[in-house]
């Protein structure tokens, strides 16, 4: 059975960084796209950033772009969103999930999906 577990959540102040994490078990992802997507309270679900099957390439919302780094080690079967300069409007949950598709932004093209960790940004 397949699982993406993200961890790192929290709450931190306005300016501070966090550190998420997505691990996957059940399968290998080192030739899938991996993606972040993020849901504000009320608000629907978006896309954060995406990272190619190599690492090579990486595609960010205009609203996290040199804020936020995406990675991944493929020998550990993970995924990591590094989130610096927190703003409150980046609280939400944020979701891990995996696309055979190349680095896709729409969330029907991400089969896999993690169950969410909760970020609080406080002003």
């Known amino acids: 059975q397949v699982q993406l577990v993200e961890s790192g959540g929290g709450l931190v102040q306005a300016g501070g960084s966090l550190r998420l994490s997505c691990a996957a078990s059940?399968?290998?992802?080192?030739?899938?796209?991996w993606g972040w997507f993020r849901q504000p309270p009320g608000k629907d679900r978006e896309f954060v950033a995406a990272?190619?099957?190599?690492?090579?390439?990486?595609f960010y919302a205009d609203s996290v772009k040199g804020r936020f780094t995406i990675s991944r080690d493929n020998a550990k079967n993970t995924v990591h969103l590094q989130m610096n300069s927190l703003k409150p409007e980046d609280t939400a949950i944020y979701y891990c999930?995996?696309?055979?598709?190349?680095?896709?932004?729409?969330?029907?093209?991400?089969?896999?999906w993690g169950q969410g960790t909760q970020v609080t940004v406080s002003s």
């Open positions: 999930a995996t696309s055979a598709a190349y680095l896709p932004i729409a969330s029907p093209n991400y089969n896999f």
């Open positions: 059940g399968r290998t992802f080192s030739s899938y796209t």
């Open positions: 990272i190619s099957r190599s690492g090579e390439n990486t």
